[in-house]
């Protein structure tokens, strides 16, 4: 048949926007800006009008008569829906699905046609250029119905593309988030290798001159004066100090890379309590401190020992720091059913309630300006949390500024063994 060359709908009156005719059901239909695209191709004029009337309430129909014109109808608009007689001049219906197919794959492909057609039909279907056929002649409600579905099918796809681009930009942010987290992770690690073995190579040094400095307090190679034994004390004071700070850093690195680990025995936690007090005897006699432990002897746990001791020193040790001269320090143990509980009480100076809940983050030192003289910087609370936490327990703090602190550690009676991260 003779092609026309007429792009635009047949010149029929359509409804205006602001009338909104209602359906067949009664509800109000969209405006037509709004309606989607159906695109109606038939070499026949009569099948074309027809269609159009069918259709032109519900969707904005953009008629062809020929595949050339179809294509050109697809080029500029965005067509959701294509409606296709098989037999026409030129590309058959199947021929022109197909390469509707091949430009706009999301397009919805229907096709008109006759028996006589059907097994190139189902082939086309079989080879996905055909989302379903109607047979003519053909009932206007089924086409409709149809038609509906085809829409709702797109819709549907759409959807779901959309769902998979968004969850597509997801993993890539993840993936994201996952490599930056990784590059921070072995920057970490990095620096805990370099920081571990920096205090290494400074501890080795310091243990020596330790050594000395006992040696020469002892008298055993010559009698000190007076004044010399007081600058040998401070000297050995000082190295002291630096090497707990030394072993903080080193215990720190140990349970941040995962390389340390607890390793249970069972022991009187009295046992403990006493070898600390010794360590730290000589802070309390320089500041005439009173120093209480109030522990059952009785008491005992399985935990690692060894980290049960540097978490009662750490805390010990920071009380004897600011408590000022005169003040008194208490070292409480009990047993509160399966768990071990002990508190470190002091009437020092106190911490403000805002600096609490930093205390036990690493390198916060305490504003000292409340009087705080000797602020380290601020690892040995740091230490004690990542112990206490590798024993499965907790560390909590409560204190009023001016009147003292008190640190209370909870673990397991029973700790478990740990293993080293490898």
Request: proline share 7%; hydrophobic share 40%.
């Amino acid at each position: 048949m003779a092609s026309s060359k007429h792009t635009e709908a047949p010149s029929k009156p359509s409804p205006s926007p602001q009338e909104a005719p209602a359906s067949e059901s009664g509800s109000p239909r969209p405006p037509a800006t709004e309606r989607p695209y159906l695109l109606v191709v038939d070499d026949e004029q009569e099948i074309v009008d027809s269609l159009y009337d069918l259709f032109r309430l519900d969707y904005r129909v953009l008629p062809a008569r020929s595949a050339e014109e179809a294509l050109r109808q697809m080029a500029t608009h965005p067509v959701q829906v294509v409606l296709v007689d098989q037999r026409m001049p030129g590309l058959q219906g199947t021929q022109l699905l197909a390469e509707i197919k091949e430009r706009y794959p999301d397009t919805i492909r229907l096709l008109i046609t006759g028996y006589a057609d059907l097994r190139t039909v189902i082939a086309a279907i079989n080879e996905g250029s055909v989302y379903r056929y109607i047979t003519k002649p053909w009932d206007p409600e089924e086409l409709r119905i149809t038609v509906a579905q085809a829409f709702e099918q797109y819709a549907l796809a759409a959807e779901r593309r959309q769902l998979l681009e968004d969850l597509k930009a997801k993993n890539q942010a993840l993936e994201a988030a996952i490599a930056e987290r990784e590059a921070a992770l072995r920057l970490a690690q990095s620096r805990a290798e370099l920081m571990a073995g920096l205090a290494h190579d400074l501890r080795n040094p310091l243990t020596v001159f330790l050594g000395y400095t006992s040696l020469l307090l002892s008298g055993a190679a010559k009698p000190l004066t007076p004044e010399q034994r007081d600058a040998v004390e401070r000297m050995q004071s000082s190295a002291r100090y630096m090497l707990g700070l030394i072993n903080d850093t080193l215990d720190l690195v140990r349970v941040e890379t995962g390389r340390d680990a607890v390793y249970p025995t069972e022991f009187a936690f009295v046992d403990v309590a006493r070898q600390v007090f010794e360590v730290v005897r000589g802070g309390v006699a320089e500041k005439q401190l009173h120093l209480e432990l109030d522990v059952p002897a009785d008491l005992r746990l399985e935990a690692d020992q060894i980290k049960l001791a540097r978490i009662l020193y750490n805390l010990v040790h920071n009380a004897v720091k600011f408590t000022p001269p005169g003040g008194r320090i208490v070292v409480r143990g009990r047993q509160e059913g399966d768990w071990f509980r002990l508190d470190v009480s002091d009437t020092g100076i106190g911490i403000a309630p805002e600096d609490q809940a930093h205390l036990f983050k690493q390198f916060v030192r305490l504003d000292d300006s409340s009087g705080r003289r000797e602020v380290g910087i601020g690892l040995g609370l740091a230490v004690c949390h990542r112990l206490v936490s590798l024993h499965g327990g907790t560390i909590t703090v409560e204190s009023e500024p001016g009147k003292g602190s008190t640190f209370t550690v909870r673990i397991p009676r029973r700790c478990p063994a740990t293993a080293p991260t490898p």
